[in-house]
């Protein structure tokens, strides 16, 4: 809902950093239902799943990290394997896929977090308060730097080479681009880096807490996070987004973490009240179990759909609106939630999840 986006737009991922950010009212809002329903689209996606991700890392995390405890197994141990491997994973995912994949930056704070849980609970908090802190700080001041530069003139747009290599230009043009350009693509994660490991302990701290038992008092934290992380994040979003593009990081990496706790909580309360798994849980649990294939999947799909070695749709349908766009984004969730279902009726693992666990057991 998010990543289809930067597939569709003009340049892909470098039309995004060199001026076709398309995550701003001041880009797309109109007062046309198309426009409205585009701003609505982004502004709900635009890194609240990033973030929501990046809790659940962390509860994976906590998960392992006391499965290991309870079988009397060292730790990090062999988890440090399976971080290397979505390292590796990422990497080749960023070269030959994507370059904005988000494996290479889980699998870095991944293993600094791991080690951190064989610290004490006094220093894990304090780093857990000293980084977000010090993201708040960084995003405060980009915010303002963008703000004080906003003056002086307008955006000259996507680089127009950069919009012709992903609408004409060749595979192995596209990958030797991506090496070429990899230290300002890789720049989110370095950026993000306080707010990944924000987010890990505090998914970490939200297992630990109880938030995901199917007790009481885990439904009234699933309620309180829905409270607190909707009725301020959606406030600051919409705040963020009528602020314009000088908002990008407001919106992107403070205002979304906080709704992202909120659709957590949502999510949570939705599940507590349903008494038999359906047909739509069934297809959303064999996504989850799928979830590294799955992943990598919608950026192969998005790329065949919107580049110009596929279909091309990025620049064949450009004037066409965002329904398209929303129309892609439909079409392959449907692919992969029928995909995974049919996979693992055959399969007990995803494919990737099946090369993680066989290369993880030698």
Known sequence: ????WIFAGPGAEWGVLSGNAGTSMEA????????????????????????MLTILFGVGLAIQFRSAAKRGQPWPGRYTWRALFLFAEGTVHFVLVFAWDVLMGYAVVALLVAWLLTRSARAQRVTWIVMGGLHLVAM?????????????GTDGGPDAEAVALYA???????VAFRLSHAMVLRMEPVLSF???????????????????QSDAAGRRIRRRLAGWGLGIGLPLTTFAVLGGSDFFFLERYVAAPVLAIG????VGMVMDRLRHPGPLTSALTSVGRTALSCYVLQNVLAMLGCYGIGLGLASRWADSGPWWVMGLWAAMCLVLVIGARLWLRRFEHGPLESVQKRLLRR
Do not use: D, P, W
């Open 194 to 212: 306080g707010l990944l490991v924000f987010l890990f302990l505090l998914g970490v701290r939200l297992f630990r807490g109880g938030a995901f």
């Open 1 to 4: 809902m998010s990543n289809v």
């Open 28 to 51: 797309h809002y109109s007062s046309s239902l198309a426009g409205v329903a585009e701003t609505i689209f982004r502004s709900l996606a635009n890194g609240k799943f990033l973030s």
């Open 263 to 266: 659709y957590l909580g949502l």
């Open 140 to 152: 405060t001041l980009l915010t303002a730097a963008m703000l004080l530069a906003s003056g002086g």
């Open 168 to 174: 004409k230009g060749g595979y192995a043009e596209q």
